[in-house]
């Protein structure tokens, strides 16, 4: 069992960048993801990074403007978003995948509470 907690979201004006953080309660030797979700809408993904940190992936709408990275003597896994966009609002939530690489969505089986992130135009 692993808990994860998001830290870093918040009100914020479009063209303006935030890193969110995710702590989690134990060193994980798995890929991490972040997803988000906005009102009315499904989860989405958003950026996942291998145990190691050399294999990212990101979806095309963040993709260009965001990094994902870990620190795994921290146990934290970090999202810097940068020229955020008002589309970009949603509650961003972390997850641990039960695999060391970058899976599908169902490989994700530990998520955190989520952090609201709201981007005024």
């Known amino acids: 069992q692993v808990q994860l907690v998001e830290s870093g979201g918040g009100l914020v004006q479009a063209g303006d960048s935030l890193r969110l953080s995710c702590a989690a309660s134990r060193r994980t030797n798995y890929a991490m993801g972040w997803f988000r979700q906005a009102p009315g809408q499904e989860r989405e993904f958003v950026a996942a990074i291998s145990w190691n940190g050399v294999t990212t992936s990101y979806a095309d709408s963040v993709k260009g403007r965001s990094t994902v990275s870990r620190d795994n003597a921290k146990n934290t896994v970090y999202l810097q978003m940068n020229s955020l966009k008002a589309e970009d609002t949603a509650v961003y939530y972390c997850?641990?995948?039960?695999?060391?690489?970058?899976?599908?969505?169902?490989?994700?089986?530990?998520w955190g509470q989520g952090t609201q992130v709201t981007v005024s135009s």
């Open positions: 997850a641990a995948s039960n695999s060391a690489n970058l899976g599908p969505l169902k490989s994700y089986n530990y």
